[in-house]
């Protein structure tokens, strides 16, 4: 189930579903979920369901009920997708693309964000899944949306690493956030500046750093036993955040170091360098 606030990306996780192998099906009026879900033969593609306030007869209560009575199925797998991006930003979209808010009518387009918001907002504290888009790039976008609704076979537990800027703002879905601003930076050496944290001569800089040794460690004696206890309380993705100032250099070196370890302890890794190509 697909669902969030107008102009975030619904549409566009649809489509990327889409691409990983799903059926997808956009406003399917919710008197018709089960039979759509329950009639279908289990060799069918899985199915992404897109809903929202424009879906026919639409309430929050209703749309929640559905989903509780399709999860209580045992042989169905139901997660709820929740698409969420800064107000502010969703003014912009609708100012540049003209389009009218399905909740602002003659109104201002903050008017009608206000109003959905404050209609649909309980349904991101019942999400699986917060995607929020404020500042993701489409390749971070893509990223995440595979990480979580691959349809591969994989093991269940999915940790996402992800370096950011803090110019850009926090990444609102992490669960844990670090900061390397502490970390010599390469941004001020003039043969390292123009490059990336993936490069290994940015790594060597980072790495020679005396706090850098003590700090990795810490964060791995941090992070280890959290894993299977997150996994214990039923938790199937973790996403941890590393930041640094322009978040081309210590963070992304620092999230490749530690995708590695997470990966060579078996998790399945999503890395995500959501600031990297990003003007500095």
Not at 109 to 133: C, F, N
Not at 148 to 176: I, K, Q
Not at 215 to 239: Q, V
Request: charge should be neutral; hydrophobic fraction near 45%; aromatic fraction near 8%.
């Amino acid at each position: 189930m697909v669902t969030g606030m107008s102009g975030a990306g619904k549409t566009s996780v649809l489509k990327a579903l889409e691409d990983l192998g799903y059926e997808a099906v956009d406003n399917l009026p919710l008197a018709l979920f089960a039979g759509l879900v329950e009639t279908r033969p289990a060799a069918h593609r899985p199915l992404a369901i897109g809903v929202d306030i424009r879906t026919r007869d639409f309430a929050v209560p209703t749309f929640l009920s559905h989903v509780a009575a399709l999860r209580a199925h045992a042989e169905l797998d139901v997660r709820l997708l929740f698409v969420d991006c800064d107000d502010e930003i969703l003014r912009r979209r609708f100012t540049a693309t003209r389009r009218v808010h399905p909740m602002a009518a003659d109104r201002p387009v903050t008017h009608g964000i206000e109003r959905e918001r404050a209609l649909i907002q309980p349904l991101r504290g019942h999400a699986d899944v917060v995607l929020d888009t404020t500042s993701l790039t489409p390749g971070a976008f893509k990223a995440l949306l595979e990480g979580h609704f691959s349809l591969d076979s994989h093991p269940a537990f999915l940790a996402t690493v992800m370096s950011f800027s803090y110019g850009y703002g926090l990444p609102r879905e992490a669960d844990l956030v670090f900061d390397v601003r502490f970390l010599a930076n390469p941004h001020y050496d003039p043969e390292l500046g123009a490059l990336d944290g993936r490069d290994a001569r940015v790594g060597a800089f980072v790495a020679r750093d005396p706090a850098f040794a003590a700090f990795f460690d810490s964060l791995r004696g941090l992070i280890e036993p959290l894993l299977p206890r997150f996994e214990a309380e039923g938790k199937n993705y973790l996403t941890l955040a590393i930041g640094c100032t322009g978040g081309r250099h210590r963070s992304v070196f620092v999230s490749d170091r530690l995708a590695a370890w997470l990966g060579a302890k078996g998790l399945r890794v999503n890395l995500v360098h959501r600031d990297v190509d990003r003007a500095v």
